[in-house]
């Protein structure tokens, strides 16, 4: 039982940066059907950006903030303006194609120019651990969740409280017809870039310390995060949420109950159930979006 | 006078030719760049140092010692290309390479010139083949997790162990010989994990270690993972004691882990701390000569010259053909020998028996805390 409860704390964890980073997936494909396959090497590079600048002498909290901001810079403005744009007139497989080749640009570029070896990194949450119900749980898997849950909360907040958040949904559910009321569509769909890459960052700063940061530590967390997005229902941010909630606890389960050579099969399997029973989802809604 | 300088150029040249063909002839292939770069490197430096005393102090048997190093580029096949061309030259021994697998796929070249080839691979399933040729210059498996689980359980106190693997060649041939050994001195292994190389997220293999409630825990992972399984550990706050081998208490595994490494203790075949003074002198002329402090594969690179070296003498002549028979049994004693640094034993399968140590993590540090003797 105590073993149970360490893991779905542990999975929720987890499973949490994937969702950060499945958020980011869902954003993208409904403002402008960019499937991103090189999103787990977005969340990669963050990481090595910030070593970057802890080496150049910036302390960590501004390490961070240069990180976000050169992330921000890279992987949502230059991504959308030299990758994304070019390629979308050309339809939504090319641009699924050269995200790849993206991805594989990225990694071999991080293993050029940093190292093929992994680093360590630090952790914005100390070590140590608190006791909930009579559980001792790590501050870092707390810690982890909790900023998952506040950017999250942010997210959902901006999308469904505020006038840009409404203009953002128009957008993504509407590009014509936005235009005609008013809504900058371009720039709203600019701005789920910035935020795509904003979440990718801040999954990198939480997720490195436990996984250490390596030029290949994208290929699991991009596979993770995209099922997740795909079970939770791609149209939906709450269904990427759930989904990756999910996603993170089965995995630990599986690891735990039916096998550690198995437990990447696990999710996949669960993938291809919900396809067969539930294609939008568990809380998508069936395609609804017009060009 | 033009007859002159030609009687000259032709003695000289003979003089020349004498002196190379009294000389010994050492080939080694060795990973000089790629992954294996550093490894290799250091074992070339070792080489090349152990053959400049040897040759200052007049050869091996009045004859020098010459050695044509060759890169495999830490790549398997291009080994096996290097080691054909190589033998080609026909060497009086084989050194190298330093890769289990690139060991793997040039042992049986060297075993059908019938020239021994000492090398610096781990891995156990190389000397069990059958190969009459090959040598190892460090413990393989079946000679280091005997005394891993004897550490466990006759020093430890432990009565259940939990043991994580890493599944694949090398971490299924150690998990094989400790569980056999730790069941065979009484220590119950109540945790039996295997996890896959490359593998991030650590958290349910440490999850079922709490709950086996183990009273010391036999890490198996190449470093990366022990590092990440270290801070998951400490993260779920396990505190049964930890052991390992090399692979977990490395610099490397230290540099990654932080503070989740301290505290914990590995078996090591060769280390440049070990409280030994030949070993203290060899590490202080390696640093001189090279500038940097040698891991324990410049040791080896060392080790595998005075072989040769001791080896040579005891069979009184220079015999590519009987080399092999000769080292098989053979015992060289450091007292006799002072370059092979410690006593040891060859087997008939071409592992040795040494003495060893204990390390432990101490605030970052590694710091020997036991010498383990010889097997036998």
């Known amino acids: 039982m105590s073993n149970l409860f360490d893991l779905l704390v542990a999975g929720l964890a987890t499973g949490a940066i994937y969702a950060l980073v499945a958020v980011g997936f869902t954003l993208l494909w409904q403002t402008s059907q960019t499937i991103n396959f090189a999103q787990g090497e977005f969340v990669m590079l963050p990481a090595f950006l910030m070593l970057a600048a802890m080496h150049a002498g910036a302390p960590f909290w501004l390490a961070i903030i240069l990180g976000i901001l050169l992330s921000m810079l890279l992987l949502g403005l230059a991504f959308k303006m030299l990758l994304v744009d070019p390629m979308m007139r050309h339809g939504v497989l090319p641009l699924a194609i050269a995200t790849m080749a993206l991805a594989i640009g990225i990694k071999e570029s991080v293993k050029q120019f940093f190292s093929a070896e992994a680093s360590p990194f630090p952790s914005i949450v100390p070590t140590g651990d608190i006791s909930i119900l009579g559980h001792a749980v790590s501050l870092q898997s707390i810690g982890v969740l909790v900023v998952a849950i506040l950017a999250v909360f942010g997210l959902t907040s901006l999308l469904n409280r505020t006038s840009l958040g409404h203009q953002m949904q128009a957008a993504a559910q509407n590009p014509t017809v936005a235009r005609i009321i008013g809504v900058p569509v371009e720039r709203m769909i600019l701005l789920t870039f910035l935020i795509n890459a904003f979440l990718v960052a801040l999954a990198s700063l939480l997720i490195t310390p436990i996984y250490l940061a390596k030029f290949s530590s994208g290929e699991v967390l991009g596979q993770a995060a995209f099922i997740a997005a795909i079970v939770g229902g791609f149209n939906q941010v709450r269904g990427a949420i759930a989904g990756g909630l999910l996603i993170g606890v089965l995995d630990n389960l599986a690891a735990s109950y039916v096998s550690t050579q198995y437990r990447a099969a696990v999710p996949l399997i669960f993938l291809i159930v919900v396809i067969l029973f539930r294609p939008q989802g568990l809380l998508g809604r069936a395609e609804e979006r017009t060009a | ?376």
Not at chain 2, 203 to 228: C, H, M, Q, W
Request: charged share 25%; glycine share 10%.
């Open chain 2, 1 to 376: 006078m033009r007859s002159a300088i030609l009687a000259g150029a032709l003695l000289a040249f003979a003089t020349a030719t004498s002196v190379h063909a009294q000389a010994i002839k050492l080939a080694d292939v060795a990973e000089l760049s790629g992954g294996g770069a550093t490894v290799g490197t250091n074992w070339k430096n070792g080489i090349d140092l152990a053959i400049e005393e040897i040759n200052a102090k007049g050869g091996v048997l009045g004859r020098k010692l010459e050695v044509t190093h060759a890169d495999s580029q830490s790549n398997p096949g291009v080994a096996r290309a290097q080691v054909q061309k190589a033998l080609d030259a026909e060497p009086y021994v084989l050194l190298g390479p330093g890769y289990s697998g690139s060991v793997k796929v040039t042992a049986p070249l060297a075993a059908e010139a019938g020239i021994a080839q000492i090398m610096g691979g781990e891995a156990a399933e190389l000397t069990q083949a059958g190969n009459k040729f090959l040598f190892r210059t460090s413990f393989g498996q079946q000679s280091s997790m005997p005394k891993v689980a004897k550490y466990i359980h006759d020093e430890m106190k432990a009565k259940s162990v939990a043991v994580v693997w890493v599944n694949n060649d090398f971490g299924r041939g150690g998990r094989d010989v400790v569980v056999k050994e730790l069941d065979r001195l009484g220590s119950k292994v109540v945790a039996d994990l295997s996890t896959e190389a490359g593998q991030a997220d650590f958290a349910a293999d440490v999850g079922k270690i709490k709950s086996a409630n183990p009273d010391a825990v036999f890490v198996y992972l190449n470093e990366e993972e022990s590092a990440r399984i270290l801070k998951e550990l400490k993260r779920q706050g396990v505190t049964a004691p930890l052991m390992g081998e090399t692979t977990l208490i490395g610099q490397k595994v230290i540099e990654l882990a932080g503070d989740a490494a301290n505290g914990a203790r590995g078996h090591v075949g060769l280390t440049t701390d070990a409280p030994v003074d030949l070993i203290k002198a060899f590490r202080e002329k390696f640093s001189k000569k090279y500038n940097y402090v040698p891991d324990h594969n410049g040791l080896k690179g060392y080790l595998a010259v005075y072989m040769v070296k001791a080896t040579t003498e005891k069979m009184g002549k220079v015999d590519p053909k009987k080399f092999a028979d000769t080292l098989h049994g053979l015992t060289i004693k450091a007292a006799d020998e002072p370059g092979i640094l410690m006593d040891v034993t060859f087997s008939e399968t071409g592992d040795i028996d040494r003495q060893s140590f204990l390390v432990e993590v101490v605030e970052g540090k590694q710091v020997v805390k036991q010498v383990l003797p010889k097997v036998k």
